[in-house]
């Protein structure tokens, strides 16, 4: 699915305030949280878009359950969601569109696009004629490329400015790398999404955070036609550069003249078969010119080459038999410090919250355990879903972004009411964004103990579900006792 058609489309959805969308307003009620995300969803009748915003609250208060326990099992309710999303006018476009709009009105600052490339995989066993094989090929779906915005200089998360699905296709055999550049690629989801994002509104700085899939020439040029910046992670040492004076050779015989700039030390997480470490990290930076590729895409040939620069960290000495760190990152925002190359890691480093997304889309939203019986109609049931997770990761960054701001004026009063109750907390005491997430994460199942660290997200996400059934039920006995 190609996002560049939407592009006219845009001007027919109206936006709403991009205030509803940020993580510093209130988390708002389901209902409400509906409406503000879907209700100027154009489906070509407003009952399909009522029922959209319906479905919708039913999923971010329930965000695992399944369509029957999302509507409670009401076999009308549930039967109008099938309805739904069997309609040829409720595509994933369309769900998705309002939110997309909306996050993109950005005010004046700096944020990030953190982009990447998720498997949505609905298993070998199901019989989706119209998905593609995935993995190894015993695996069934479509890939899901998205463009999270998230604060440059903070952990808050705004919504996603842009999706495209796109179902894989075997190459044909014997293809020359020309014959590629000719046909649509997998690879072509990075500019589709530029593209669809577009440009940022006046005063605003957008940078698109990628890793190796998009060091492409084209992404490049993307990213410059749509006065945006980008940050790619290179992803072969032995591509031609050009030298500031016209110089061409390989990237790594740039890499290896370049200065030391300084270092500095990180922390790194556990990661799969190495333990948490801290690294001492050597920076080095510098110019160069991507030129043209010589199998040249129709788009291609009418580009110019690309001026950008290149910031190298790499690890020194790493523990024995440990793969050291090492990034090699192209940007096109100015380098001309060493705290500036530093800056352009730190952007980098911000792409795990786009993973944290994934996680919050498949673990805790079970996108790959929906039953729907064709792939079309999987697409914008995905469509919802992934903003019901941007709602998760939401209510996640509030913690970590604004700790000792008053629970009160970031989450319903009744929630924390009902929370202290269930905690037994003593009367009159006022809870943080902190402490309020943290019991949360309790009811969820977290045990908070000195040495346990930060909660992970099943807790966050157990513990929140659990609060929103126990309101429920709250207002349901006061509505039966008036």
């Not at 925002?333 to 705290?339: C, I």
């Amino acid at each position: 699915m190609n996002l560049l058609p939407l592009l006219a489309y845009n001007t027919l959805v109206t936006v709403p305030d991009l205030r509803l969308f940020c993580p510093q307003t209130p988390i708002a009620e389901p209902d409400d949280w509906a409406e503000q995300h879907f209700g100027d969803a154009d489906l070509r009748d407003c009952r399909r878009t009522r029922r959209l915003v319906t479905y919708a609250a039913q999923a971010a208060a329930d965000p695992s359950g399944s369509i029957p326990q999302q509507t409670g099992g009401a076999w009308a309710d549930t039967k109008a969601v099938y309805t739904l999303f069997n309609n040829h006018h409720v595509t994933f476009p369309a769900v998705c569109l309002p939110h997309w709009q909306a996050t993109r009105q950005t005010a004046p600052g700096c944020y990030l696009l953190l982009g990447d490339t998720t498997e949505v995989d609905f298993g070998g066993h199901r019989d989706l004629a119209d998905a593609s094989a995935l993995g190894n090929g015993s695996g069934r779906g479509f890939l899901l490329h998205s463009a999270l915005l998230v604060g440059a200089d903070t952990e808050e998360v705004f919504g996603l400015a842009g999706q495209v699905i796109h179902y894989r296709q075997p190459a044909p055999a014997h293809e020359s790398a020309v014959q590629r550049r000719q046909r649509d690629r997998e690879s072509m989801v990075w500019t589709q999404v530029i593209a669809g994002v577009g440009r940022p509104p006046e005063g605003a700085c957008w940078v698109h955070v990628l890793d190796r899939g998009a060091d492409n020439f084209e992404v490049f040029c993307h990213a410059r036609q749509q006065h945006t910046e980008c940050v790619i992670r290179a992803s072969c040492w032995h591509r031609k550069v050009e030298t500031t004076e016209g110089l061409r050779l390989e990237l790594r015989q740039l890499l290896a003249g370049l200065p030391r700039a300084g270092s500095y030390q990180l922390a790194l997480r556990t990661r799969p078969k190495q333990p948490a470490r801290t690294a001492t990290l050597t920076v080095r930076f510098g110019a160069l010119v991507m030129p043209r590729p010589r199998a040249l895409s129709p788009y291609a040939r009418q580009q110019a080459p690309v001026a950008l620069q290149v910031v190298w960290v790499q690890e020194e000495q790493p523990p024995p038999g440990t793969a050291g760190l090492s990034w090699v990152l192209y940007t096109t925002l100015p380098v001309t410090s060493y705290a500036a190359a530093v800056r352009i890691v730190a952007y980098y480093e911000r792409r795990w919250v786009i993973e944290e997304w994934h996680k919050a889309l498949k673990a805790g939203c079970q996108a790959e355990r929906r039953q729907l019986q064709l792939a079309e109609r999987l697409e914008p049931l995905l469509g919802v879903l992934g903003v019901v997770a941007v709602r998760l990761l939401q209510l996640r960054a509030l913690a970590r972004t604004q700790p000792q701001r008053l629970a009160t004026e970031c989450v319903p009063w009744e929630y924390v009411r009902v929370l202290q109750r269930l905690r037994k907390a003593k009367a009159g005491v006022i809870w943080t964004v902190a402490k309020f997430f943290a019991e949360v994460a309790k009811l969820g199942g977290f045990l908070g103990r000195q040495r346990d660290g930060e909660p992970g997200w099943q807790a966050i996400w157990d513990g929140w579900e659990k609060l929103q059934w126990v309101v429920r039920g709250v207002r349901l006995a006061r509505g039966a006792e008036t």
